[in-house]
T-cell receptor
Framework: GAVVSQHPSRVICKSGTSVKIECRSL??????MFWYRQFPKQSLMLMAT?????????EQGVEKDKFLINHASLTLSTLTVTSAHPEDSSFYIC????????????????FGDGTRLSIL | AQSVTQLDSHVSVSEGTPVLLRCNYS??????LFWYVQHPNKGLQLLLK??????LVKGINGFEAEFKKSETSFHLTKPSAHMSDAAEYFC????????????FGSGTRLSIRP
């Protein structure tokens, strides 16, 4: 159980292209999903918290107009990198936390397999 | 405020020998603690979690971790390393006060020598 599917796994595109990444919770509902960016040999950096039915909460320094997040349903969040440039090349990972009883802090986040984005 | 420190950026062990990956945390509230593993170009997989129940937690693939409040530690261990254990390991802490966020350690790369 608790499977998160992230698609696509790899994208290579030209500078100026917009790229959409999907994150789906396959067997559970997730009011809250998260988007991370990971640089080589580093830990994950939280970009934004995606909330179903409301606006995403972005971390300081993350451009909300650059990284558009939509959480259209309890099982789907999308990240769109608009007008991507080479500096946006990175590994992007989503996660989802299952809705349930008790403190949210007891619930682990379940991660997708990531998307390797390469902008030429 | 809360934080996580993974004391070793790289650990190398021989196949069949014990594994110890160290993690210390700082938290003003009762924490929940997690260990995740990441294989190259993959997402993170949950190994185990501590959420204020038993202090010795058993996870998948033979891993376990012990929560020691007096030492503010949550070290990950495995009795006998396997080649497939080679990966990056992250210690993670969360508390109810942290506004829905979790805090990652910097990661420990585990290498297994044949």
């Amino acid at each position: 159980g608790a499977v998160v599917s992230q698609h696509p796994s790899r994208v290579i595109c030209k500078s100026g292209t917009s790229v959409k990444i999907e994150c789906r919770s396959l067997d559970f509902q997730a009011t809250t999903m998260f988007w991370y960016r990971q640089f080589p040999k580093q830990s994950l950096m939280l970009m934004a918290t995606s909330n179903e039915g409301s606006k995403a909460t972005y971390e300081q320094g993350v451009e909300k107009d650059k990284f558009l997040i939509n959480h259209a349903s309890l099982t789907l969040s999308t990240l769109t990198v608009t007008s991507a440039h080479p500096e946006d090349s990175s590994f992007y990972i989503c996660s989802a936390r299952a809705d349930g009883l008790g403190d949210w802090s007891d619930q682990p986040q379940h991660f997708g397999d990531g998307t390797r984005l390469s902008i030429l | 405020a809360q934080s996580v420190t993974q004391l070793d950026s790289h650990v190398s062990v021989s196949e069949g020998t014990p594994v110890l990956l160290r993690c210390n945390y700082s938290s003003s509230y009762s924490p929940s603690l997690f260990w995740y593993v990441q294989h190259p170009n993959k997402g993170l997989q949950l190994l185990l979690k501590y959420t204020s129940a038993a202090t010795l937690v058993k996870g998948i693939n033979g891993f376990e971790a012990e929560f020691k409040k007096s030492e503010t530690s949550f070290h990950l261990t495995k009795p006998s390393a396997h080649m497939s254990d080679a990966a990056e390991y992250f210690c993670v802490v969360s508390t109810y006060s942290s506004a829905s966020k979790i805090i990652f350690g910097s990661g420990t790369r585990l290498s297994i020598r044949p």
